[in-house]
């Protein structure tokens, strides 16, 4: 099957470091991105790697090892405002089918 | 630049009824996918249309169809409504037919059925 594993809820402190990991397991593996959803809100597009190493946005980096079907989004200066749903997602299928796999979310709580 | 936009905001049918979701793409994008996201789960995938062709879809009954119109814009149709079918319905649109990589999500609509 295809799925992607991520731990359901992480806490740390503003100012601190975290890293949410996201294993996977899809057929015609393209790429791994991550999206963030605050409460009620839309998903919003973080990042993307297609390729192994470190790619990195401001305080957000993410990070792929195709070889170990694993990825990780590392927040940086943590701000109360980072509180929220964290979405690694995979596209699934093959050729042009544009199936996006989403993991069950890693809930990220900011503590002051 | 306008953005991804979903109607209506919030919608409560009964079990049987039917309900149609629209959606309207980012200006320039032409792949509008569905999903649909229960409450503490991730977003499930539904289908993706690309060019008004249906160019993928997932685990979810016939009873989910959907449409994609010239100007990009698309609806998602449910019939026979079941409880189960409560949740946050969600389009993305994107360039170019695959769509992986960077999806602009629309604020979703939020469906009850009692």
């Known amino acids: 099957g295809q799925s992607l594993e991520q731990p359901s809820e992480v806490t740390a402190v503003e100012g601190a470091i975290v890293q949410i990991n996201c294993t996977y397991q899809?057929?015609?593996?393209?790429?791994l991105s991550w999206y963030q959803q605050h409460d009620g809100g839309a998903p919003t597009f973080l990042s993307y790697?297609?390729?192994?190493g470190l790619e990195e946005t401001g305080r957000f980096s993410s990070f792929l090892s195709r070889s170990d079907s694993y990825g990780y989004l590392l927040l940086q200066e943590l701000q109360m405002k980072d509180s929220a749903s964290y979405f690694c997602?995979?596209?699934?299928?093959?050729?042009?089918?544009?199936?996006?796999?989403f993991g069950q979310g890693t809930t990220l709580q900011v503590k002051p | 630049e306008t953005g991804v936009t979903q109607s209506p905001t919030h919608l409560i049918k009964t079990r049987g009824q039917q309900v149609t979701l629209r959606c309207s793409s980012q200006?320039?994008?032409?792949?509008v996918s569905w999903y649909q996201q229960a409450l503490g789960q991730g977003p499930q995938f539904i289908f993706q249309?690309?060019?008004?062709?249906?160019?993928g879809r997932g685990n979810f009954p016939p009873r989910f169809s959907g449409l994609q119109f010239p100007n990009y814009s698309s609806e998602l149709n449910v019939n026979a409504l079941e409880l189960d079918d409560s949740a946050l319905y969600l389009c993305?649109?994107?360039?170019?037919?695959?769509?992986?990589?960077?999806?602009?999500f629309g604020p979703g609509t939020r469906l009850l059925v009692l």
């Open positions: 249309y690309y060019r008004e062709e249906e160019n």
């Open positions: 997602a995979a596209r699934g299928g093959s050729g042009n089918t544009g199936k996006l796999i």
């Open positions: 993305a649109s994107s360039l170019g037919g695959q769509g992986g990589e960077t999806q602009y």
């Open positions: 899809t057929s015609g593996f393209y790429g």
């Open positions: 200006s320039g994008h032409n792949t």
């Open positions: 790697n297609a390729l192994d």
